[in-house]
């Protein structure tokens, strides 16, 4: 006698073995190029005069320009680097509420500052500055300070802790590349820092640091190969992000603190171009990059 079995099958569930998608986050920096209000704060702002003062008319599509371009980068974080004032957030701010509604500036205060912002897709849990309370030592040991605020926000992303470092180290305009090299040497170890004291968070420092791979303060940053620059694993002509006549440097960064929980996607930097130089009315492209963090 034969007897069949009416049991239905066992089946495998639809997603066994299948490892499921792992979050990612998104950062960008990008220095806007001197995104100056409609009011004169040094008074000396003629044609060819560092304090540009637009019209109303050219103030507003620049913000909308701007604006443009931070929407269409995807991040979940961005730093951005020469926002005048207040009057210039808030600009930008209005016409980000839908993609990134929370937002910080870093003013100095000082007539036509070019300071650092930050701009999030999730709201800030904190916002920390550390210029007046982080003194600098340069290699001949004279004393100075952060050329900027170096602004630090923490937020979530989807439950993970993600935190940004927004800096803008010193120029080679009039240079002093003792007090870069004192920025670098003193942010790696506030960088660090918070990243010890937040295990498992995605920390992050973007910005303009005014210097490119193998200088001494990329060197100082990367000492101990404890901050890994997002973009090295590229082509040494995709990893450019200013560029003068025949000159094409990286001087714009995104690093990551090592952490076991979170790792940098592969060939995920990407550096943001219109024609061969600049990028939304700047003179630098922007930088995005790409971070995995574990289940």
Sequence with gaps: MVWWSCAPPVEAPPDAGVEPPRLRARAATFNTLRFFDTVCDTGACAAGDYEAQPTQERFDARAAQLANAIDGFGADLVSLQEVETQACLDALQVRLQRAMPHAVLG?????ASVDVAIFSRTSLESVITHRAQTPLTRPDGTTTSFSRELLEVHTLVEG??????AAHFRSKVNDDA??????AQATRRLVLAAAEAHPGALVLLGGDLNDTPGSAPLEALEEGGRLVRAAADLPVDEQVTWASGTLRE???????????AVAPVPRSARSWKEGARGFAGSDHFALTAEWEFEP
């Design 178 to 183: 003792g007090r870069r090299l004192a920025e």
């Design 107 to 111: 003013e100095l205060g000082t007539p």
């Design 160 to 165: 993970r802790r993600v935190i940004l470092f």
């Design 250 to 260: 990286a001087i714009d960064h995104l690093y990551q603190a090592v952490d076991d």
